[in-house]
């Protein structure tokens, strides 16, 4: 059985939202197609299943499209093509714009300024029909693609935006044709030619389609900034010889040697050397991260300081990298639930308003005043000009690839559309404590002195003697000396006691290191240093005693500390009403002092994997939208469960593929810039949606002559296609305010 791949097509001749719901269906409707989503803003569709290229491509064109493959995997070649041909497409509509203006212009001008607009003697037919060739030599160059739109619509038993225009231009032309051919047919009151507005109607939709594709155009830079991420060549020692080769012919565990100011090419360990890395593209994290020997190094990143040689762990697709473009191109493609709406409207539209454009010309037929026909074709017309929604499919899309590409920018990978609209309606956020809200790995945080001189003296003894020991906390003393370049002394006659501690010589000195219970039992006075050592404790701290030749030296204070920012990004969630819950593994004396200091009033502790997930479950059934947010295996369940599940990046692949949105620097910052990027995004989009649906609307009515009875008003069809077009550009003008968003860290 073939295993399922994502494709990506380029979709040409989708000219309204109602096309997506249609390619859609045909795709889906192909055999071994699993799903398709339509990014309309972009012009490109996502399908996932086992169907060939050659299967997508002819169900797109059965459906009355053209699509092409548009394959964005390895380099950004294909946005570069993809770029170029939307460029060539712009200029080839300023031409037919050109084109199309230059007769429309000097038409309308001349009606303005009084010139006869009627056909009432042989000279004007003579004239008239002569501008009819003219403007039918305009539909030809400029408005073709209208026409084939909609022959293809029209085949498939559909009809979409190019149906609405070419009727309506289509029968300004031929009205105006049947004046100036058979004037006699036609009442005298009604002998009016409307080629103008046939030719500044095309003229401006495809001048609104042209600054639609330039404006668009910027919608995909974070794929392309990330995509540039990548190197194009890398240096790998191969039989003992350093060898430049293309960036795609790195193979798994090749030697990669990676200079001063170059970017790292793939994923991999740190074999020799010692470095600083910018990780700030991937991270959003200003500071260069320390590297060293068996250190982890990610493709994009860029090597600032020294040299080092790393083993190629990850290659190709496989990079962290590569995962991340592909995550931030499937939320790009991906629809929120209010997306999908406008797409279902859309699908009705249409029909709808061709059935209001038949009513409004019978209105005005019976009704409406002489020349009856005239004010019928006018108002036909405009109904079917002004209605066309394609600002209505744009207001999704556009807001969606602007909000994950600005989220991705800063650090947070957003994996579909849904996650970014019900991210804004978090009320309740379940953050775990190890490696969330602390640092997930133990550090020394206070040495008092009881019998001992310093503390340099103190760590230098106790690192020596814990060298020996592979516990956690042995490793933090040891870590927190080899920080301080403090050197390790010789040890003699090492020794571990089992549950008590350790103990060992040095230089002549005896060494003991362990709890209260291994000082009572070696006959080491401790005093009052018992009551610090509580105090300690009562801090989520882990107090360990030290003696030196049978005299308590100090204690030493081992914990996981909380992250610099998590006190203040915690703030910032309470500042938007979202209740924090703070859920942990540990014991209730450590998660209290824990939670108190976070300034988290509610947690719970000693908890298992499913305890987490019964958690989720329980402030949903509260009627809370809950947000979940972990960095290990054990809070998968809980990740998986929640309405959104935020996983910290610095933690396991299980927990980042059961989570909606990914906090690559590991700060829950992140988490604050996520929601905030979140309610932006969805403002965005329900100022689109209200403005496309508001315009239609009013559009339509002002379009059928609704008022002309009380105010005389009555909608002229190029007023109606000069405002569609500034309907779409107005749309996408307001989804690339989205890129100015900043979220406020407090």
């Avoid at 990850?314 to 797409?343: F, H």
């Avoid at 590991?666 to 689109?688: C, E, F, P, Y």
């Amino acid at each position: 059985m073939s295993k399922a791949v994502e494709q990506q097509l380029i979709i040409e001749g989708a000219g309204c939202a109602s096309c997506v719901g249609k390619i859609e269906k045909a795709l889906s409707a192909t055999s071994g197609v699993q799903s398709a989503q339509m990014n309309f803003a972009d012009r490109t569709v996502a399908v996932t299943g086992t169907a060939s290229t050659e299967a997508l491509i002819q169900a797109v064109e059965a459906a009355g499209y053209n699509a092409k493959a548009f394959d964005t995997s390895s380099s950004s070649k294909a946005f570069d093509e993809k770029e170029a041909a939307d460029w060539a497409y712009y200029k080839k509509l300023i031409r037919h714009t050109i084109i199309a203006l230059s007769v429309g212009v000097p038409l309308m001008a001349y009606g303005l300024l009084g010139g006869a607009m009627t056909v009432n003697t042989p000279q004007e037919r003579i004239a008239w029909l002569v501008v009819g060739m003219v403007t039918l030599a305009v539909m030809y160059f400029s408005g073709r693609h209208f026409y084939v739109g909609a022959w293809r619509s029209f085949k498939n038993h559909s009809a979409n935006m190019d149906t609405l225009i070419a009727l309506g231009t289509g029968t300004a032309w031929l009205y105006s044709m049947v004046v100036v051919l058979t004037p006699e047919a036609v009442p005298m009151m009604a002998r009016h030619v409307y080629f103008e507005a046939t030719a500044m109607i095309i003229g401006l939709i495809d001048l609104g389609l042209a600054l639609e594709i330039k404006a668009r155009g910027k919608t995909s830079e974070a794929i392309k900034r990330l995509i540039g991420l990548q190197a194009k060549t890398a240096t790998v020692i191969r039989d003992g010889k350093e060898l430049q080769i293309a960036i795609e012919d790195v193979l798994k565990d090749d030697q990669v040697k990676v200079k001063p100011g170059e970017k790292i090419p793939v994923d991999g360990i740190v074999l020799e050397g010692q470095t600083a890395i910018d990780e700030s593209m991937l991270t959003g994290e200003p500071m260069p991260v320390e590297k060293a020997k068996d250190d982890e190094v990610v493709a994009g990143t860029l090597n600032k300081s020294g040299m080092i040689t790393f083993c190629a762990t990850r290659v190709g697709k496989d990079t962290a990298l590569a995962q991340i473009i592909n995550m931030v191109k499937r939320a790009q493609n991906s629809k929120p639930s209010i997306g999908r709406l406008a797409d279902v409207i859309s699908a009705y539209f249409v029909p709808a308003v061709m059935i209001i454009c038949v009513l409004s010309a019978l209105a005005w037929l019976n009704f409406g005043p002489q020349p009856a026909v005239a004010f019928a074709v006018v108002s036909a017309t405009t109904v079917l000009i002004i209605a066309c929604p394609c600002a209505l499919g744009l207001a999704t899309p556009m807001s969606v690839m602007v909000g994950v590409g600005k989220a991705a920018e800063a650090g947070v990978l957003i994996r579909n559309g849904e996650a970014l609209q019900t991210a804004s309606k978090i009320s309740a956020m379940i953050l775990d404590k190890t490696g969330t809200i602390t640092e997930g790995a133990p550090k020394v945080t206070d040495i008092v002195l009881a019998h001992a001189d310093d503390e340099k003296t103190v760590l230098q003894l106790a690192a020596s003697l814990e060298s020996g020991s592979e516990h956690p906390l042995a490793q933090a003393i040891v870590e927190s000396a080899q920080e301080q370049d403090i050197e390790l002394l010789k040890i003699d006659d090492f020794n571990a006691l089992t549950g008590l501690g350790v103990e060992a010589n040095c230089e002549g000195k005896a060494l003991i290191f362990g709890n209260e219970k291994l000082m009572k039992e070696q006959g080491i006075e401790l005093n009052d240093y018992t009551e610090r050592a509580q105090a300690l404790a009562k801090e989520a701290k882990t107090p360990m005693y030290f003696a030196v030749d049978c005299a308590l030296a100090a204690i030493i204070a081992v914990a996981d500390p909380i992250k610099q920012d998590s006190i203040a990004a915690i703030e910032r969630l309470k500042a938007n009403h979202i209740k924090v819950f703070m859920l942990t593994g540990d014991n209730k004396d450590t998660a209290a002092a824990v939670a108190k200091k976070a300034g988290i009033s509610e947690f719970m502790a000693e908890v298992l994997p499913e305890d987490k997930a019964d958690k989720v479950k329980q402030l949903q059934q509260q009627g809370h939208i809950v947000g979940m947010t972990g960095d290990g295996i054990n809070d998968a369940p809980a990740l998986a469960l929640a309405d959104v599940g935020f996983a910290i990046g610095t933690g396991t692949d299980v927990a980042i593929e059961s989570a909606d949105i990914t906090l690559m620097r590991g700060s829950l910052h992140g988490l604050a810039d996520a929601i905030a990027v979140s309610k932006a995004t969805l403002r965005n989009i329900k100022q689109n949606l209200f403005g496309a649906f508001v315009y239609n609307s009013i559009g339509i009515v002002f379009a059928t002559g609704l008022f002309y009875p009380f105010f005389g008003v009555l909608l002229s069809p190029v007023v109606a296609g000069a405002a569609m077009g500034l309907s779409s550009v107005t749309v996408v003008s307001n989804a690339n305010r989205l890129r100015l968003f900043k979220a406020k860290e407090h």
